[in-house]
T-cell receptor, first 112, second 115 residues
Framework: AQSVSQHNHHVILSEAASLELGCNYSYGGTVNLFWYVQYPGQHLQLLLKYFSGDPLVKGIKGFEAEFIKSKFSFNLRKPSVQWSDTAEYFCAVNEGTYKYIFGTGTRLKVLA | EAGVVQSPRYKIIEKKQPVAFWCNPISGHNTLYWYLQNLGQGPELLIRYENEEAVDDSQLPKDRFSAERLKGVDSTLKIQPAELGDSAVYLC?????????????FGPGTRLTVL
């Protein structure tokens, strides 16, 4: 069965530090990839998505992610985090259907 | 434009009691999803509607869970009777189409606590 792994469950960074959150998936075929963010007390929001084309995807708020097919990975990055980036981040995959498979999430805390 | 609306936001009940959650999707979105999110986990799909038809309810525990979307707009998810293990966040999402190339928009969720 398809699965998504987010190995970092909790990450604590100081402001201005660089961020990279790992995401690996198990499906071997064509996939669509997503990163969602959930700020404290708010609903899940789409951060960025990859369907095809340039494997480096730019999202909102300075986030980007790189799809590396050979590594089955879709890691999320931000060069310099801010206190307002404190949130929970979810990676999700679907193989061209409606069904998203979500990772377990990574809680990011940014210290001011 | 209003987002996906869910109510109540929080619900505390005793085990064996019934409970219902309501969802109003974004106007014009004909696909509606109910997800379950346990603590420390990502959302898991319970049921998907295309208009008023439940096209995938394979993950819905049908012995105690039921859902409806009578007019193809609002939806209700019910649990009867609730068990301790049902404590979780229940998320509703909607999309314009089937969701594969259409972004799913999530509501704020209903946090259920079963005592």
């Amino acid at each position: 069965a398809q699965s998504v792994s987010q190995h970092n469950h909790h990450v604590i960074l100081s402001e201005a530090a660089s961020l990279e959150l790992g995401c690996n998936y198990s499906y071997g075929g064509t996939v669509n990839l997503f990163w969602y963010v959930q700020y404290p007390g708010q609903h899940l929001q789409l951060l960025l998505k990859y369907f095809s084309g340039d494997p480096l995807v730019k999202g909102i708020k300075g986030f980007e992610a790189e799809f590396i097919k050979s590594k089955f990975s879709f890691n999320l990055r931000k060069p310099s985090v801010q206190w307002s980036d404190t949130a929970e981040y979810f990676c999700a995959v679907n193989e061209g259907t409606y069904k998203y498979i979500f990772g377990t999430g990574t809680r990011l805390k940014v210290l001011a | 434009e209003a987002g996906v609306v869910q109510s109540p936001r929080y619900k505390i009940i005793e085990k064996k009691q019934p409970v219902a959650f309501w969802c109003n999707p974004i106007s014009g979105h004909n696909t509606l999803y109910w997800y379950l999110q346990n603590l420390g986990q990502g959302p898991e799909l319970l049921i998907r509607y295309e208009n008023e038809e439940a096209v995938d309810d394979s993950q819905l525990p049908k012995d105690r869970f039921s859902a409806e979307r009578l007019k193809g707009v609002d939806s209700t998810l019910k649990i009867q009777p609730a068990e301790l293990g049902d404590s979780a966040v229940y998320l509703c999402a909607s999309s314009l189409g089937r969701g594969d190339y259409n972004e799913q928009f999530f509501g704020p969720g209903t946090r259920l606590t079963v005592l």
